[in-house]
C-alpha cells in the first residue's frame, strides 16, 4: 500500500534547511514531496511527524558486518540508530570480495555473496569494499615478504574482479596484519585497478599518531596512482603527544583537497577500539605468532612483560572490552604490575576487543564539523542481547551522539548532509541519501530534540533515544511503537 508522510519537516540530505511538506511512498520510491495538505486525499495509509524530522536513511560508511550479518541476520544495532546502509569491509577486511564461508554459508566471490545477502531476511542495505587484507592473505597468509610479480598479479585480479561485480572502492587496514607488511609500491600497483574510474580507496592508514604525516601523505600517493578518490578511514590523531599535529594534518589534505578527491569519517567517542595485541612496541608487534610464542617460553613473556613498558597505548586506562574493566583494574584484582596483567590477556588471546582512551575532545568536535567528514561507526552491528557483540558504545550509539553532538556546531541540514547525502556521494551509492523524487524510499523519521546515546561500555544496552521509524526500500524497517518487529527489506548495492 501506498504511504504518505504528514506534518514533518522534511531534510533532503542536500544540507538545505527543513521544510515544511509531505512525502509521497509508492512502490517503495519517493514518488512526490509537495506542500502540506497535497496527499490529503490520496488512498495511502498516513503516517504522522509531527514535530519530527523527515530524513534520508543514515549511511553508515565505517562498518565491519559483513561476516556477522550472516550470523545474525535480524541485527538491530545500526537499524534502532535510523540506519538503511552500511558499508562492509572496511580497514583491509573485506571478506565477501574473496572465497570465504560463515557457517551454511560459502561463497566464492562477491557475485556469491551478494546472492546470500538478497536471499536473506537483512533489515538494512549492504554497500562493500573489497579489503586488502582480505586479498593479501587469501594469496600469500599472513607471511612478512614482499609480494612477488606473481603473487601481485594475483592481488590484482582478485581486486579487479570485486570492483566489477559492485564493490564501491577497495579498502586497507595498514596496522593491521597482513596490510602491515605491504610497501607503498605493492599499495599503488593495486590501486592502478582503479584508474579511469570512481571507485573509491578507503584506508586505515599506517600511523594515526607518531608517524601521522607519513601515513596521510602515503595515503594520497595510493590514491593518486588509481582513481585519486581518498575516504581517510576514522580521521583521528592519537595519543596526548600528537593532538597537537591536528593543524597541519587538516593543512596537508586541504592543499591535496584542490586536486582530488579526498574525504573521511569519524565516530563520535575518545575511545578507539580494536585488538588487544595492539598495545605492543616494535618489533612485536609484528610477530602473527604472539601467542604461541608467550604459551611456549617463560623468558619470553618476561620480555614481553618489559617490552610493554614502552607501549604506544596507556595500558592503565585500555578497558578490556569482554570484562569491561581497565588493565590497571585487572591488575590490581590479581595483585601484579599493569604490563604482566597486560601480558596475560596477550597469552590468552590476543584478538580479544579492547577500547583505549587515545584521542582529544577538542580535536574530535574540530573533525566531526569538518565540512568533508561523514558519519561512521568502525563497528559491527549485533543483536543487542549477542553476548560476542562489540562492547564498544559506538555499535549502538554512533549516529545519534553524531547529529548530538554535530547539531551544536553546525545546521541541522548540514549535521543530516554529513549522515545522508555526503556518503551517498562518496561511495557513490545510487538513488539514496537524498529525498528526492524517484529515489529510493530508505527513510528516517526522528525527534531532533531528543536525539541521542546514553550507552555505554557497561554492556547495559542503552538504547538510542529519538528514531521514531525507519524505513527500507518502502517498508517499515522498524517502529518505536513496535519495537520488537524488525524489517527485512535490505539488499546488496552494486556501486557500478
Not at 498516513?46 to 519530527?52: M, P, Q, S
Not at 602473527?288 to 614502552?310: P, Q, T, W
Not at 524517484?438 to 561500555?457: K, M, P, R
Request: with cysteine.
Amino acid at each position: 500500500m501506498d504511504k504518505v508522510i504528514l506534518n514533518g519537516m522534511i531534510c533532503d540530505g542536500s544540507g538545505s534547511a527543513p521544510e515544511a511538506k509531505d512525502l509521497l511512498i509508492k512502490d517503495g520510491r519517493i514518488a512526490d514531496v509537495a506542500p502540506r495538505g497535497s496527499f490529503n486525499q490520496c488512498d495511502a495509509e498516513k503516517i504522522d511527524a509531527a514535530g519530527k524530522i523527515v530524513a534520508p536513511g543514515f549511511i553508515d560508511v565505517h562498518s565491519h558486518g559483513d561476516v556477522r550479518k550472516l550470523q545474525f541476520p535480524g541485527r538491530r544495532s545500526v537499524l534502532l540508530q535510523g540506519v538503511t546502509t552500511e558499508v562492509d569491509g572496511n580497514c583491509g577486511s573485506g571478506l565477501s570480495c574473496v572465497p570465504g564461508s560463515s557457517g551454511d554459508f560459502k561463497w566464492q566471490n562477491l557475485d556469491e555473496y551478494a546472492r546470500i545477502i538478497n536471499d536473506l531476511t537483512i533489515p538494512v542495505n549492504t554497500v562493500v569494499l573489497a579489503g586488502h587484507n582480505s586479498i593479501r592473505r587469501h594469496i600469500m597468509g599472513d607471511r612478512p615478504d614482499k609480494a612477488s610479480p606473481d603473487e601481485l598479479k594475483a592481488m590484482r585480479k582478485l581486486l579487479e574482479n570485486a570492483l566489477s561485480s559492485g564493490a564501491a572502492g577497495w579498502s586497507s587496514g595498514l596496522t593491521y596484519f597482513p596490510g602491515k607488511f605491504s610497501d607503498e609500491d605493492e599499495l599503488k600497483a593495486l590501486s592502478q585497478a582503479t584508474s579511469g574510474s570512481e571507485k573509491i580507496y578507503a584506508t586505515h592508514m599506517r600511523s594515526e599518531g607518531d608517524d601521522l604525516f607519513n601515513a596521510v601523505e602515503e595515503a594520497i600517493h595510493v590514491a593518486q596512482a588509481g582513481s585519486k578518490r581518498l575516504q581517510i578511514s576514522h580521521l583521528k590523531t592519537i595519543f596526548p603527544r600528537n593532538f597537537n599535529k591536528i593543524d597541519r594534518l587538516l593543512e596537508i589534505i586541504e592543499t591535496h583537497r584542490r586536486t582530488m578527491d579526498i574525504h573521511a569519517d569519524r565516530y563520535p567517542y575518545i575511545h578507539s577500539s580494536t585488538v588487544i595485541r595492539q598495545i605492543l612496541p616494535p618489533p612485536y608487534d609484528k610477530m602473527v605468532d604472539i601467542k604461541e610464542r608467550l604459551s611456549a617460553c617463560e623468558n619470553f613473556r618476561e620480555e614481553i612483560v618489559a617490552a610493554l613498558k614502552n607501549s604506544p597505548r596507556d595500558l592503565s586506562t585500555t578497558i578490556l572490552i569482554s570484562q569491561n574493566r581497565t588493565l590497571a583494574e585487572i591488575a590490581l584484582d590479581k595483585g601484579i604490575p599493569v604490563e604482566r596483567a597486560a601480558m596475560e590477556v596477550l597469552m590468552e588471546n590476543p584478538s580479544f576487543s579492547a577500547a583505549y582512551l587515545c584521542m582529544s575532545e577538542t580535536n574530535l568536535k574540530r573533525i566531526l564539523a569538518l565540512p568533508y567528514v561523514c558519519a561512521g561507526s568502525d563497528a559491527i552491528s549485533c543483536q543487542l542481547d549477542d553476548p560476542t557483540a562489540e562492547g564498544h558504545p559506538r555499535a549502538i550509539g554512533t549516529f545519534p551522539k553524531f547529529y548530538n553532538l554535530v547539531s551544536k556546531m553546525c545546521p541541522i541540514g548540514e549535521t543530516v548532509r554529513k549522515m545522508t547525502g555526503l556518503p551517498a556521494t562518496v561511495f557513490r551509492i545510487p538513488e539514496r541519501g537524498f529525498i528526492r523524487k524517484n529515489y529510493i524510499a530508505d527513510l528516517v523519521i526522528f525527534d531532533a530534540q531528543e536525539l541521542d546515546s546514553a550507552a555505554g561500555f557497561s554492556r547495559n544496552n542503552m538504547l538510542p533515544k529519538g528514531i521514531d521509524k525507519v524505513f527500507v526500500n518502502g517498508k517499515i524497517a522498524w517502529n518505536s511503537a513496535e519495537p520488537e518487529k524488525i524489517g527485512d527489506a535490505g539488499r546488496f548495492i552494486a556501486v557500478n
